[in-house]
């Protein structure tokens, strides 16, 4: 598998673009690309005591997050490559769509993922809200 390598900048670039012509509906398309993304690195793992901090690392090895703590009805990022400081809104739709893959995978339910605060809104860290939907 190749892996490509691209900016903060330009991810914050590429959002700007698609927010110009698409408004707000961007952020569904980014959700699901990182539900993708998130399918991708839960895949081959199985869903053992340790499935949190393995996909922990995971996560942070492929670069979304400079720390995350998933515990089981909150998740903890820091550092996300989505934060952009020039926004004043949330930000970070593909790492919510990468969450919701790890807790689909760990819980075998389907989950609803919301950001409550997140670093391009000033606040310490994001923090997302994980709620179990149930298939």
Known sequence: ??????????????????????????????????????????????????FMEKVEKLVQARGWVVSLKLEEDTAYAD??????????TKTCHRLRGILSSIYEKKTGDMVEIKEMKCQ????????FEVKIKGF
Not at 8 to 34: C, H, P, S, W
Not at 79 to 88: A, I, L, M, P, R
Not at 120 to 127: H, K, L, N, T, V
């Open 120 to 127: 391009s809104m000033g606040d310490e860290r994001c923090e």
């Open 1 to 50: 598998m190749k892996f490509v390598k691209i900016s903060q900048k330009e991810l914050n670039d590429i959002a700007k673009f698609y927010e110009g012509v698409m408004a707000t509906a961007y952020e569904g398309l980014f959700y699901r690309e990182g539900k993708v993304i998130g399918n991708s690195i839960t895949g081959v793992m199985e869903s053992d005591e340790n």
């Open 79 to 88: 550092g996300s490559v989505e934060v952009d400081n020039t926004s004043h």
